[in-house]
């Protein structure tokens, strides 16, 4: 562990508490509005390599916060899938 390992896993950890606020916020409203489906697996995608791309330079703190933010954002899409588009009035 280093200092720019703690340093990337702050950051991480903390995208990944927006990403679990997100989904809560979907899961209360029970359907989602202006946001892409792709665009939320893209993103899903990216931050699971990142999660695997730390663990492999060394980096637990900044794998651990890519994973979870990674989990986070799967967990978004499918309930994406699950709910649907919210109509907006």
Same mark, same amino acid.
Request: glycine share 12%; no cysteine; proline share 3%.
């Given at each position: 562990?280093?200092?720019?390992?703690?340093? $990337? !896993?702050? &950051?991480? +950890?903390? !995208?990944?508490?927006? =990403?679990?606020? $997100?989904? /809560?916020?979907?899961?209360?409203?029970? %359907?989602?509005? !202006? &946001?892409? /489906?792709?665009?939320? =697996? +893209?993103?899903?995608?990216?931050?699971?390599?990142? %999660?695997? +791309?730390?663990?492999? @330079?060394?980096?637990? &703190?900044? %794998?651990?916060?890519?994973?979870?933010?990674? @989990?986070?954002?799967? *967990?978004?899409?499918?309930?994406?899938?699950? *709910? %649907?588009?919210?109509? &907006?009035?």
């Amino acid at each position: 562990m280093s200092t720019p390992d703690l340093i $990337n !896993g702050a &950051i991480e +950890f903390a !995208g990944s508490l927006a =990403a679990w606020v $997100n989904l /809560i916020t979907l899961w209360k409203d029970r %359907g989602y509005a !202006g &946001i892409s /489906i792709p665009v939320m =697996a +893209f993103f899903a995608g990216r931050s699971l390599w990142r %999660g695997y +791309f730390y663990w492999h @330079l060394h980096q637990p &703190i900044s %794998g651990t916060g890519g994973l979870s933010n990674g @989990l986070a954002y799967v *967990f978004f899409v499918v309930l994406m899938l699950y *709910f %649907g588009k919210k109509e &907006i009035a």
